[in-house]
C-alpha cells in the first residue's frame, strides 16, 4: 500500500495518508524500504537497520516476517499488555462492529499486525481494513497443494486492493522428507496434524515472530466443537511474537459474533472479489486434496478432513481456541478427569438404548451376518458434547424402537479407550457407528449434526 510520511527533515514518496514525527524519532507504519526525496541513507531504526529504496519496491520474500517487522520502530503503543487487559477490551468490544474491532487492531499495533488472509471469505477483513483508512498488511500461507482458483483469487485480490500479499512457504526439505517417506496423500490413512504441521503451522509460526499482533477471519459458528469460544481479541495462548515468549503475541478475531449469512451480505453489498470455488458448493477452502464441497443443510466444515472425526476439524493454526484440558479430549487423547474412572452421572439412560459392555462391543463387531443392524454411540458422560446430544440420541431410540434397528451405547473413556481408538475408530467423543446386517465393519457418522432427524436420515439411508 502506498502512503507519503511526512517529517522535519526529509518527505518519503507516496500516497495514500500521512502523519508526522520528529526527525529524531521516525515512526513509518508500512513495511519494506523507501527513497529519501532529498538524501539517499541507511536509518538505524530500533537497533535494526534498513536500506532506503523506493516504496513500490517489491519486498523480498524471506522465511519470516521478522526482516520486515523488525526493520521500523514501532509506535509508543506497542509496549507489552498484560494478558488480563485484552481480557478486558474484549468484554469491552463484544458488542462492537467488525469495523470498530479492525480499527482499534490497527490502531493499536500499526505495522505490526497483518491480516492471516485463507483465500476464502478472509476477503472480508480485508475490506473492513480497506474501510478505517489506516495502513495494513496481508499475509497468506502458501501450502503447495492450493487449489488453481485460490491462486488465481490471490491474484484479483492483490490488483482490486493494491496490496502485495507476503506469502509464507513451508520448508522444502521438510515437505521432502514427508513426501519421499509417506507419499503424497498419507493423510487419508493417518491424519492431517502432520502435514498441516509442516505445511502451514510451521510457516505461520514463522510468519508470526516478525508480528506482534494478528487478525484472523475466527467466527463462532465455524466450529461448535473448536470455535464457539471464540473472542474478539485475546493473547495468543500458542505462538510468539516479536518480543519472544508467552503473552509476547495478540489474536484479533473482527468477525467472532458474525453469522457467516452475514459475512455473505456484507461481500454481495461491497461488491468485493471471491473465490470462484465457492459458486460449486466449497464454503469453506483450505488444500484441494482436504476440501470438497458441501451439500445443503450440511455444515460448512463438513467439507474440510471429512474422511477423519467431526470434532477435530483444525489444522493446529487455531488450537489455542480450547482450554488444554477440552482440547486433549476432543481430540482423543483426553480421559475425562484424570483417568477416566471418575464419578460422573451416566447418560443416554432409556429402556429403549442397550448397554454394551466390552465384552459384548467386542461380540458385535465380530459378527458378520447380524441378524439386525445396530447403530451404537462410543461416548464418554463428562464430555459435553455427548451431554448435548443425549436428548437426541434417546429419542432416537424411541423411535426405532420395533423398527428391527438396535440402537445402543458404549462408554469408551479410561480402560476402553485404547481399544475403541484401535478398533472402533474413536477419534472424539462422541463417535456414532452404525453396524449393517450383512458387514463386519461398521460406518463411522461424519455430521456434526446431531438432531434427531439428522440421525434418523442416517440410519435410513443404511439400514
Not at 470438497?292 to 443443510?297: K, W
Request: aromatic residues 10%; glycine residues 8%.
Amino acid at each position: 500500500m502506498a502512503f507519503s510520511v511526512t517529517s522535519s527533515s526529509a518527505a518519503i514518496y507516496g500516497s495514500g495518508f500521512s502523519r508526522s514525527s520528529s526527525s529524531s524519532d521516525l515512526k513509518v507504519p508500512q513495511i519494506g524500504s523507501f527513497r529519501l526525496a532529498n538524501f539517499h541513507a541507511t536509518v538505524n531504526l530500533s537497533k535494526k537497520r534498513c536500506a532506503v529504496k523506493p516504496v513500490n519496491a517489491e519486498p523480498k520474500r524471506n522465511d519470516s516476517l521478522l526482516p520486515q517487522a523488525a526493520s521500523i520502530s514501532a509506535p509508543e503503543v506497542l509496549e507489552k499488555v498484560e494478558a488480563e487487559d485484552f481480557e478486558q477490551l474484549a468484554k469491552e468490544l463484544d458488542n462492537a462492529s467488525p469495523l470498530e474491532i479492525m480499527d482499534k487492531a490497527l490502531e493499536k499495533f500499526g505495522n505490526d499486525v497483518a491480516i492471516a488472509f485463507s483465500g476464502a471469505e478472509d476477503v472480508a477483513l480485508i475490506e473492513y481494513a480497506k474501510l478505517t483508512g489506516r495502513p495494513f498488511r496481508v499475509f497468506s500461507l502458501d501450502t503447495g497443494r492450493l487449489n488453481p482458483e485460490t491462486y488465481r483469487f490471490f491474484d484479483e485480490v492483490e490488483k482490486h486492493y493494491g496490496i502485495r500479499i507476503e506469502y509464507m512457504f513451508p520448508d522444502a526439505v521438510e515437505v521432502q522428507a514427508l513426501v519421499r517417506s509417506k507419499g503424497l496423500f498419507s493423510f487419508y490413512e493417518d491424519g492431517h496434524q502432520e502435514c498441516c504441521r509442516v505445511r502451514k503451522v510451521r510457516p505461520l509460526r514463522r510468519a508470526l515472530e516478525g508480528l506482534r499482533a494478528w487478525i484472523t477471519g475466527q467466527r463462532k459458528d465455524q466450529s461448535p466443537g473448536t470455535r464457539s469460544e471464540v473472542p474478539v481479541v485475546q493473547v495468543d495462548p500458542v505462538f510468539e511474537g516479536l518480543d519472544g515468549g508467552v503473552g509476547s503475541l495478540v489474536k484479533w478475531n473482527p468477525v467472532a459474533n458474525v453469522d457467516g449469512i452475514d459475512i455473505w451480505n456484507f461481500l454481495r453489498a461491497m461488491n468485493v472479489p471471491v473465490n470462484s470455488l465457492h459458486s460449486q458448493g466449497f464454503v469453506s477452502v483450505g488444500c484441494e486434496p482436504c476440501t470438497r464441497p458441501v451439500l445443503p443443510g450440511q455444515h460448512e466444515r463438513e467439507g474440510r478432513w471429512w474422511w477423519e472425526d467431526a470434532k477435530a476439524k483444525e489444522c493446529g493454526l487455531h488450537k489455542g481456541n480450547l482450554k488444554q484440558d477440552s482440547a486433549a479430549q476432543l481430540n482423543g487423547n483426553g480421559n475425562g478427569n484424570g483417568n477416566g474412572a471418575a464419578a460422573h452421572t451416566d447418560i443416554f439412560n432409556s429402556q429403549s438404548l442397550v448397554t454394551l459392555s466390552r465384552a459384548g462391543i467386542e461380540n458385535l463387531t465380530r459378527l458378520e451376518n447380524r441378524k439386525e443392524p445396530w447403530i451404537v454411540v462410543l461416548y464418554a458422560p463428562w464430555c459435553p458434547y455427548c451431554q448435548a446430544m443425549e436428548e437426541s440420541y434417546v429419542a432416537l431410540a424411541e423411535k426405532l424402537a420395533g423398527s428391527g434397528v438396535k440402537v445402543a451405547k458404549f462408554r469408551a473413556d479410561g480402560e476402553p479407550k485404547e481399544y475403541a481408538q484401535k478398533e472402533l475408530q474413536l477419534g472424539s467423543f462422541p463417535t456414532i457407528l452404525f453396524f449393517p446386517k450383512h458387514s463386519a465393519k461398521p460406518i463411522k457418522y461424519a455430521s456434526e449434526k446431531r438432531d434427531v432427524d439428522s440421525l434418523m436420515a442416517f440410519v435410513n439411508a443404511l439400514r
